[in-house]
Nanobody, 121 residues
Protein backbone atom coordinates (compact mmCIF):
# COMPACT_ATOMS: atom_id res chain seq x y z
CA UNK A 1 0.00 0.00 0.00
CA UNK A 2 1.30 3.45 -0.89
CA UNK A 3 -0.03 6.93 -0.25
CA UNK A 4 0.78 9.82 -2.56
CA UNK A 5 0.06 13.36 -1.42
CA UNK A 6 0.01 16.47 -3.55
CA UNK A 7 -1.17 20.07 -3.57
CA UNK A 8 1.21 21.87 -1.26
CA UNK A 9 2.79 25.19 -2.12
CA UNK A 10 3.25 28.83 -1.21
CA UNK A 11 0.22 31.00 -0.54
CA UNK A 12 -0.41 34.36 1.06
CA UNK A 13 -2.27 34.66 4.32
CA UNK A 14 -6.00 34.51 3.72
CA UNK A 15 -5.58 32.32 0.67
CA UNK A 16 -6.61 28.74 -0.01
CA UNK A 17 -4.99 25.46 -0.93
CA UNK A 18 -6.34 22.00 -1.54
CA UNK A 19 -4.32 18.93 -0.61
CA UNK A 20 -5.04 15.54 -2.11
CA UNK A 21 -3.87 12.07 -1.16
CA UNK A 22 -4.40 8.84 -3.06
CA UNK A 23 -3.90 5.35 -1.69
CA UNK A 24 -2.94 2.51 -4.00
CA UNK A 25 -2.25 -1.19 -3.71
CA UNK A 26 -4.27 -4.29 -2.91
CA UNK A 27 -6.75 -2.41 -0.78
CA UNK A 28 -9.75 -4.16 0.69
CA UNK A 29 -11.08 -1.17 2.56
CA UNK A 30 -9.85 1.96 4.31
CA UNK A 31 -11.11 2.91 7.73
CA UNK A 32 -9.84 6.25 9.00
CA UNK A 33 -8.16 8.69 6.64
CA UNK A 34 -6.47 11.71 8.12
CA UNK A 35 -4.18 14.66 7.65
CA UNK A 36 -1.42 15.55 10.08
CA UNK A 37 1.07 18.36 10.01
CA UNK A 38 4.49 19.05 11.41
CA UNK A 39 5.75 22.59 11.78
CA UNK A 40 9.49 23.28 12.00
CA UNK A 41 10.85 22.19 15.34
CA UNK A 42 7.54 20.70 16.48
CA UNK A 43 5.88 17.32 16.64
CA UNK A 44 3.39 15.85 14.19
CA UNK A 45 -0.16 16.84 15.07
CA UNK A 46 -3.55 15.72 13.84
CA UNK A 47 -5.25 18.28 11.62
CA UNK A 48 -8.37 16.42 10.50
CA UNK A 49 -9.67 12.88 10.23
CA UNK A 50 -12.65 11.19 8.63
CA UNK A 51 -14.16 7.79 9.45
CA UNK A 52 -17.40 6.54 7.94
CA UNK A 53 -18.40 10.11 7.18
CA UNK A 54 -17.67 11.39 10.67
CA UNK A 55 -15.10 14.17 10.73
CA UNK A 56 -12.83 15.41 13.47
CA UNK A 57 -10.80 18.62 13.38
CA UNK A 58 -8.11 20.23 15.45
CA UNK A 59 -9.48 23.31 17.19
CA UNK A 60 -7.01 25.51 15.35
CA UNK A 61 -8.49 24.66 11.93
CA UNK A 62 -12.20 24.32 12.69
CA UNK A 63 -14.28 26.42 10.36
CA UNK A 64 -11.38 26.90 7.94
CA UNK A 65 -10.41 23.40 6.80
CA UNK A 66 -12.64 20.69 5.37
CA UNK A 67 -11.69 17.05 4.99
CA UNK A 68 -13.43 14.81 2.46
CA UNK A 69 -12.87 11.41 0.92
CA UNK A 70 -13.83 9.36 -2.09
CA UNK A 71 -13.97 5.71 -1.09
CA UNK A 72 -14.25 4.49 -4.67
CA UNK A 73 -10.98 6.20 -5.55
CA UNK A 74 -9.29 5.71 -2.15
CA UNK A 75 -8.58 9.41 -1.89
CA UNK A 76 -8.76 12.01 0.86
CA UNK A 77 -8.68 15.75 0.33
CA UNK A 78 -8.11 18.68 2.65
CA UNK A 79 -9.56 22.02 1.58
CA UNK A 80 -7.76 24.76 3.46
CA UNK A 81 -9.26 28.25 3.48
CA UNK A 82 -8.36 31.45 5.30
CA UNK A 83 -4.82 30.20 5.70
CA UNK A 84 -2.62 31.74 8.38
CA UNK A 85 1.17 31.84 8.71
CA UNK A 86 0.88 29.44 11.63
CA UNK A 87 -0.54 26.84 9.23
CA UNK A 88 2.91 26.59 7.67
CA UNK A 89 4.04 22.99 7.99
CA UNK A 90 4.70 19.75 6.19
CA UNK A 91 1.35 18.02 5.79
CA UNK A 92 1.11 14.22 5.85
CA UNK A 93 -1.79 11.98 4.95
CA UNK A 94 -2.44 8.78 6.83
CA UNK A 95 -4.73 5.86 6.14
CA UNK A 96 -5.74 2.86 8.22
CA UNK A 97 -5.96 0.18 5.55
CA UNK A 98 -7.20 -3.38 5.30
CA UNK A 99 -5.47 -5.07 2.38
CA UNK A 100 -5.19 -8.40 0.60
CA UNK A 101 -1.85 -10.03 1.38
CA UNK A 102 -2.17 -13.00 -0.92
CA UNK A 103 -3.70 -15.34 1.64
CA UNK A 104 -6.08 -13.31 3.73
CA UNK A 105 -6.78 -9.78 4.91
CA UNK A 106 -4.11 -7.78 6.68
CA UNK A 107 -4.25 -4.32 8.20
CA UNK A 108 -1.92 -1.47 8.88
CA UNK A 109 -1.47 2.28 9.08
CA UNK A 110 0.30 3.97 6.21
CA UNK A 111 1.74 7.43 5.76
CA UNK A 112 2.32 9.43 2.64
CA UNK A 113 5.38 11.51 2.06
CA UNK A 114 4.77 15.03 3.27
CA UNK A 115 3.81 18.01 1.19
CA UNK A 116 5.00 21.44 2.24
CA UNK A 117 2.53 24.25 2.81
CA UNK A 118 4.00 27.70 3.33
CA UNK A 119 1.77 30.63 4.23
CA UNK A 120 3.35 34.05 3.96
CA UNK A 121 2.19 37.02 6.00
Amino acid sequence: VQLQASGGGLVQAGGSLRLSCAASGSIFTINTMAWYRQAPGKGRDLVAAITSGITNYADSVKGRFTISRDDAKHTVDLQMNSLKPEDTAVYYCKADVMFYNGRDIGSGSYWGLGTLVTVSS
